[in-house]
């Protein structure tokens, strides 16, 4: 079942501007989000979370933000660099510690 | 290394075989996790382990499949009577203690082929 969903694909920003990668969950006991960023032929690596109790959460030019009443989170990169385009895996996690991971988002950042 | 070790990178295999794969988490770390990725796909979890106990094997997709982590902490992801659609990249993650808030570490995978 998918628990964790990113129904967009792949997104396309010009260097600067700002990319915004969209993440819906379906069940309300996830408490802990995360984003991961993975390049071709490398494990995903970690790079923002945030909790439940909170809506927001910075991390220079990387920023989540969390809905939910919505089931919804997101993440939002800038400026966009190049450096940026990968693909991008949201996840959700409960206190039994499984993690549950969305189908990724490949975001190619044009220079 | 300081890193996720999975052996071997890449496994071929023939339908019907045997195939173990091989993960050697962080130091220290008591949480490790396996997931399974297709082409175009997410991780799929299949199991975690917290210290040598599955502590949740709800992912694994059906008997031919089984874990283990004898002594904390390497573990190994056995597949028995291996079927095309195994085919896909086996990732090994890990974490200081499994806990919610903690980030997973992931190793580069094991690409298994069955033919």
């Known amino acids: 079942d998918q628990q964790v969903k990113q129904n967009s694909p792949s997104l396309s920003v010009q260097e600067g501007r700002i990319s915004i990668l969209n993440c819906d969950y379906t069940?309300?006991?996830?408490?802990?989000f995360l984003w991961y960023k993975k390049y071709p032929a490398e494990g995903p690596t970690f790079l923002i979370s945030i909790s439940s109790i909170k809506d927001k959460n910075e991390d220079g030019r990387f920023t989540v933000f969390l809905n939910k009443s919505a089931k919804h989170l997101s993440l939002h990169i800038v400026p966009s660099q190049p450096g940026d385009s990968a693909v991008y895996f949201c996840a959700a996690s409960r206190r039994r510690g499984d993690m549950r991971f969305g189908a990724g988002t490949r975001l190619t950042v044009k220079p | 290394g300081a890193g996720v070790s999975q052996t071997p990178s890449n496994k071929v295999t023939e339908k019907g075989k045997y195939v173990e794969l091989r993960c050697d988490p962080i130091?220290?770390?008591?949480?490790l996790y396996w997931y399974r990725q297709s082409l175009g796909q997410g991780p799929e979890f299949l199991i975690y382990?917290?210290?040598?106990?599955?502590?949740?094997d709800s992912g694994l997709p059906n008997d031919r499949f089984f874990a283990v982590r004898p002594e904390g902490s390497v573990s190994t992801l056995k597949i028995q009577r291996t079927e095309r659609g195994d085919s896909a990249v086996y990732l090994c993650a890990s974490s200081p203690s499994g806990a919610i808030t903690g980030e997973l570490f992931f190793g580069e995978g094991s690409r298994l082929t069955v033919l």
């Open positions: 069940n309300s006991m996830f408490d802990y």
């Open positions: 382990f917290q210290g040598t106990g599955a502590a949740d």
């Open positions: 130091s220290g770390h008591t949480a």
